[in-house]
């Protein structure tokens, strides 16, 4: 009677790789000698060639499965093993526009391309400062206010720094001015009589005139009012 035995494969592990990584040999083997044959489960983001792996894909996980048959009492095995494969990632962080010091905190927009949040940092604290991240139970959370400090250049700087499966993100700047409100001109107070008091002082003029007129007749002899 056969008897069967233990039959195992010893994937060698491999280590995450970057997209655009050239291609690369992994290791499989048998510990009864038998062919092990390596096969990628995923082909969208890697492909095997013998032993020979070829990046095809990025920002997910590559999975490799080896098996090797059974052979007489001896079953058939398989092992598997995966590693990410990190992709690159890039920031969106439009034009700041010039800001009036004494305007107030603003949040400028900013985001990556993973769709993580984006930290926004100031290269000139003497000038802006940026709120610090706070603590929370999925990790930091940033606020991004930006606070105008002095009048000058402020540059911020803004960075994902990625995970498993994305690369850092290029670093982007940004600078505004800070200034000063400009200067509000005084407004003109005309010193010309209005309309409306011409007409007033011509009436008033219209109707003493006959009475001077009649006062002066008379030699001054009676008042005008009479």
């Given at each position: 009677t056969n008897v069967a035995v233990l039959h195992n494969i010893t994937f060698t592990p491999v280590p995450a790789h970057n997209a655009g990584d050239a291609p690369f040999s992994v290791s499989a083997t048998s510990d009864r000698g038998l062919t092990v044959t390596i096969t990628s489960s995923t082909p969208t983001i890697c492909?095997?060639?013998?032993?020979?792996?070829?990046?095809?894909?990025?920002?997910?996980?590559c999975i490799l499965i080896a098996n090797a048959p059974g052979s007489g009492n001896i079953p058939a095995?398989?092992?598997?093993?995966?590693?990410?494969?990190?992709?690159?990632?890039?920031?969106?962080?439009?034009?700041?526009?010039?800001?009036?010091?004494?305007s107030g905190s603003f949040v400028p927009p900013a985001s990556a391309s993973s769709s993580f949040?984006?930290?926004?940092?100031?290269?000139?604290?003497?000038?802006?400062s940026v709120d610090p991240p706070t603590a929370t139970l999925f990790g930091l959370s940033y606020s991004n206010r930006v606070n105008l400090l002095a009048l000058g250049a402020c540059t911020l700087a803004a960075d994902q720094s990625g995970d498993i499966?994305?690369?850092?993100?290029?670093?982007?700047?940004?600078?505004?001015?800070?200034?000063?409100?400009?200067?509000?001109?005084?407004?003109?107070?005309?010193?010309?009589?209005?309309?409306s008091s011409t007409r007033s002082a011509s009436r008033r003029v219209t109707r003493e005139t006959p009475s001077c007129l009649a006062w002066a007749r008379s030699g001054g002899s009676r008042s005008p009012a009479e």
């Open positions: 492909t095997v060639s013998g032993s020979t792996v070829t990046l095809v894909g990025s920002a997910a996980y095995a398989t092992a598997s093993v995966t590693f990410a494969v990190r992709g690159p990632q890039t920031i969106t962080f439009p034009t700041v526009a010039d800001r009036v010091i004494g949040a984006v930290a926004i940092s100031s290269l000139t604290p003497t000038v802006c499966l994305f690369l850092s993100a290029p670093r982007v700047t940004r600078t505004f001015a800070i200034t000063v409100a400009p200067p509000v001109a005084p407004r003109r107070i005309s010193t010309y009589p209005s309309p």
